[in-house]
């Protein structure tokens, strides 16, 4: 079993940037490739970015392209989502997740582990 916990979401108002943390207490997340996902109001649960193990970003989902930028630092045992220029569209429900990774990349279709969530609320 991991554990999953975000961190770092929060109220914002448009325009404005927030950066999510995924971080995996008492285990690593060296092995793991990890997607960000998230649950919109009224919306089915959507991939956003994910990174592989080896830091291979997968495609954008095409609503955040441009804006979101995943990475991840394995010395902090940490993976990370900059969300910038957030409008209000991006509220919902952020989790990080270990996913499936085959031959390098993200197979975010399928997830191992969830974590348990964090708000971004974007209002003015």
């Known amino acids: 079993q991991l554990e999953l916990v975000e961190s770092g979401g929060g109220l914002v108002q448009p325009g404005g940037s927030l950066r999510l943390s995924c971080a995996a207490p008492?285990?690593?997340?060296?092995?793991?490739?990890v997607g960000w996902f998230r649950q919109v109001p009224g919306k089915e649960r959507e991939g956003v970015a994910c990174?592989?193990?080896?830091?291979?970003?997968?495609p954008y989902a095409d609503s955040v392209k441009g804006r979101f930028t995943v990475s991840r630092d394995n010395a902090k045992n940490a993976v990370y989502l900059q969300m910038n220029n957030l409008q209000p569209e991006d509220t919902g429900v952020y989790y990080c997740?270990?996913?499936?990774?085959?031959?390098?990349?993200?197979?975010?279709?399928?997830?191992?582990?969830w974590g348990q969530g964090t708000q971004v609320t974007v209002s003015s």
């Open positions: 997740a270990a996913v499936e990774e085959r031959y390098g990349f993200c197979q975010t279709n399928v997830v191992y582990y």
């Open positions: 008492g285990a690593t997340l060296d092995y793991y490739a």
């Open positions: 990174i592989s193990s080896e830091a291979h970003s997968a």
